[in-house]
């Protein structure tokens, strides 16, 4: 009998994570009936949705041979769900303007129009636009480290001791921003998951990386012992993801727990070591600390298309300015310091 109970509450439970996942707009009646109907026939009103309109079963046998690939097909039925979940999405919407009611959430995402193929053309441009600062700030930083400052004698190596770190910690976060503009672009299962998974190692590597400079960890062996263990966390967690469930509160907690731990890092630092350059790092780090409110604050979108996190993406672009002209400021704080102690 006790077993049996137990198993109704968690059965119960089960449900109600079922329902908390899904987002007020799918669960209208309407917009459900109107996405299986239009997945059936390829029509919605006057539209006709072309990858919606041949079923995968009855392919004609005089049909180009790309038309009887599996692939090709799974694309076109991926389009289709996605052509009519964005027009009955539009077409609810419309409906409930008139009703005077105000938007919801689909799939858990605010109905955004669409630009061409951008789902969400503005948290899209500005993910590009990051990727471009991100970009713009490392090719300086190679510029300046490799040319500008002197290099050792002997290993012709550069005296910043965290050059390494840095050229990794670009190169991921230009790959994160890559897959978060792919994304935006459209959002498919695939492009959400290397979206997640790419934002989660960019997160990790900028904490080892926090602990490494702050802590002035500079010999291999300590190295690798403040790295393995967040290393190994955040190689479990993206695994997690990618291959148990993709489980959006739990995500958002261990990026919330990685930032804010690397934000605070900075910014204690900052003020106990009397960095040259600090008043930069701090305005980076409140900056950002500011911006994320707005993921906190999440608003719908004005006139379709700029909402709270497109205006998080866009508050990114000038602090990624700020924290690569302060990570410069670093090399040569250090390579100064290096050079006189050599002499
Ligand atoms: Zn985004």
Not at 60 to 89: A, F, G, H, I, T
Request: proline content about 5%; aromatic content about 16%; hydrophobic content about 45%.
């Amino acid at each position: 009998m006790e077993a049996r109970r137990w198993l109704a509450l968690l059965l119960a439970l089960g449900c109600l994570f079922e329902a908390l996942d899904a987002s007020p707009g799918d669960f209208d009646p309407l917009y459900r009936t109107c996405v299986e109907q239009c997945e059936k026939t390829g029509i919605i009103g006057d539209i006709s949705i072309q990858d919606c309109q041949f079923p995968s079963n009855e392919i004609p046998v005089n049909s180009p041979w790309y038309m009887q690939e599996p692939l090709y097909l799974q694309w076109k039925q991926l389009n289709c769900k996605s052509d009519c979940r964005y027009n009955c999405m539009m077409q609810r919407e419309k409906e409930r303007e008139k009703l005077g009611l105000s938007p919801v959430k689909y799939h858990g995402k605010w109905p955004f129009k669409r630009v061409f193929v951008f789902q969400e053309p503005l948290s899209a441009v500005l993910s590009a636009l990051n990727l471009l600062m991100h970009f713009t700030g490392w090719l300086s930083f190679f510029l300046l480290v490799n040319y500008k400052l002197p290099l050792r004698p002997q290993s012709k190596r550069t005296y910043y001791e965290y050059t390494g770190l840095w050229h990794i910690y670009a190169v991921l976060s230009m790959n994160a921003w890559f897959w978060s503009a792919i994304f935006h672009t459209r959002d498919f299962d695939l492009t959400e998951k290397l979206d997640y998974s790419s934002a989660v190692a960019s997160l990790g590597f900028s904490l080892i990386l926090c602990l490494l400079r702050t802590f002035n960890v500079k010999d291999e062996a300590s190295r690798v012992m403040f790295a393995a263990p967040i290393l190994a966390f955040v190689t479990t967690h993206i695994l997690y993801l990618n291959f148990y469930q993709l489980d959006y509160g739990w995500n958002m907690k261990v990026c919330l727990v990685m930032g804010v731990t690397t934000l605070l890092v900075w910014a204690i630092w900052a003020g106990i070591t009397r960095h040259p350059s600090r008043v930069k790092l701090w305005v980076t780090v409140f900056g950002i600390a500011l911006s994320m409110l707005l993921e906190i604050y999440d608003f719908p979108p004005y006139m379709g298309y700029a909402d709270a996190h497109a205006l998080w993406h866009a508050a990114t672009i000038p602090l990624t300015y700020l924290w690569w002209s302060f990570i410069k400021d670093d090399a040569v704080f250090r390579t100064s310091a290096l050079v006189k102690k050599a002499k």
